[in-house]
């Protein structure tokens, strides 16, 4: 059955099939989108808590105070998604915590910490794909500014 | 292998397997996300988190440290041509490894020069979170030696390397005065700074 995460999982194949120049690989694929969710959630938590400190009006989604609640609450999203989320989504790393091994489910406690130890060379992301999917945390920045320009925020800053 | 180099290895490596939890926390801590992408949000929280004075001097030590990454990775792939070794688990019996087998040269040891590199750059202008990424890289080294991929050789020189050229960031950054200010100057005007 096609499902909310298959969805998800064919926004992260094609990002991954352009850079690497390959077809969809399933577990890049699945690695690709939790990646990019945890940047995208991450880096507009950091932008709203940074501006609330920094009194940054033009890029304040919500008032100076819930900024730095909720932005806090975007990042630990960010991080229990990608590496909390195994657990009770299904994925390419169900059974065994080896790459090569893995069957489609939801990983269990034993093998959670494995689920994103895989190599490159077997669907994990190298570092130039990571600093390259980094780039999205801009769409963190433009959503802080769209939503402070929703809500008429004016300042210098 | 140095005996000095096989004797760490062996005694931290010693760790891996005994208890779960502990093995969990190397996974993640020595893994390939958890201290690179909060690296990366420490930088992006310090580029906007500045009140003026603080944004003259924090954008800088950013920039400083995406110089330094940016300037250290061709040297570590030319130190790992020169000076090159195979992994502890190609190398000895009995090896426990925690993670992934990596199959590209071990030394010098990369996401631990590039963390220190982003650590020393920082530590220059922003001492405590200098030193909450020096320590970043300092557990990512001994992560990675108890989970079997690297030698304490690698990671030392990881270190070193990182350090050098964090100094030769922040260097480069102070000393490059209008172009630096030009880009701030422009990144500003557009919110981006």
Known sequence: MVGIWDFWL??????????????????????????????????????????????????????????????LAFIVAGYVWFFIAPLVVSGPWGGSPA??????????????????GVNDTLGGLSANHQVLYLAVGVAGWGLSRVLSMLRGSRGPR | MAPADEIVFLWLN???????????????????????????????????AGR???????????????????????????????????????????????????????????????????????????????WLVLGFGLGLGVARIIAGVHWPSDVLAGIAIGAIFGWIGTLIIRTSGRPTDRLLAILRKASLA
């Not at chain 1, 790459?99 to 994103?116: F, Y």
Request: one cysteine or more; proline letters at 5%.
């Open chain 1, 10 to 71: 064919w926004l992260g194949g094609p990002l991954s099939a352009i850079v690497d120049g390959v077809g969809l690989d399933l577990i890049r694929s699945a690695l690709t989108r939790d990646y990019l969710i945890l940047v995208l959630l991450a880096c507009f938590g950091v932008i709203q808590m940074a501006s609330a400190r920094s009194g940054r009006a033009k890029l304040l989604a919500m008032s100076s105070s819930s900024a730095s609640r909720f932005g």
């Open chain 1, 99 to 116: 790459a090569v091994h893995a069957e489609w489910g939801p990983a269990s406690i034993e093998t959670l910490s494995a689920v994103r």
């Open chain 2, 14 to 48: 010693d760790l891996a397997g005994r208890w779960p939890i502990l093995d969990d926390v190397v996974r993640l801590v020595g893994g390939d996300y958890l201290l690179f992408v909060s690296s990366a949000l420490l930088l992006l929280w310090l580029w906007f």
């Open chain 2, 52 to 130: 003026k004075l603080e944004a003259g001097i924090w954008q800088p030590a950013v920039l400083a440290s995406l110089t330094a990454v940016v300037l250290v990775n061709p040297i570590l792939w030319l130190v790992s041509q020169a000076i090159s070794h195979p992994r502890p688990f190609d190398t000895l019996a009995e090896v426990t490894v925690l993670t992934y087998r990596a199959t590209d040269l071990p030394f010098p040891s990369n996401p631990v020069a590039a963390l220190v590199a982003v650590g020393a750059a920082l530590l220059l202008s922003k001492v405590d979170l200098g």
